[in-house]
């Protein structure tokens, strides 16, 4: 099983980035996936998730309006896009799988807001 996470890097406030999470080993299709963010003393936070067939997508509230997921099945691949994004964005990245009690992580992508 893996999840490859992608699109990380530096941005400017109020810039956008797009990641990308690639999953291989597992039914993707069949799972609820999620992006979380971690950053440098803090905790695990959930940012957004979908469900396994692409609908009902949920956001944190500082999130709405700026972040989309997405996935694309046929590709085994989930998106995040990011817009307006601020200095409180920077963390790493993580993509999430879940199904029932199984769940996956990916190892994250770094996502610094810096100008």
């Known amino acids: 099983v893996q999840l490859v996470e992608s699109g990380g890097g530096l941005v400017q406030p109020g810039g956008s980035l797009r990641l990308s999470c690639a999953a291989s080993g597992f039914s993707f299709s069949s799972y609820a996936m999620s992006w979380y963010r971690q950053a440098p003393g803090k905790g695990r936070e959930l940012v957004a998730a979908?469900?396994?067939?692409?609908?009902?997508?949920n956001y944190a509230d500082s999130m709405k309006g700026r972040f989309t997921i997405s996935r694309d099945n046929a590709k085994n691949t989930v998106y995040l896009q990011m817009n307006s994004l601020k200095p409180e964005d920077a963390a790493v990245y993580l993509c999430?799988?879940?199904?029932?009690?199984?769940?996956?992580w990916g190892q994250g992508t770094q996502v610094t807001v810096s100008s």
């Open positions: 979908i469900s396994s067939a692409g609908g009902s997508p």
């Open positions: 999430n799988a879940r199904r029932g009690f199984q769940v996956y």
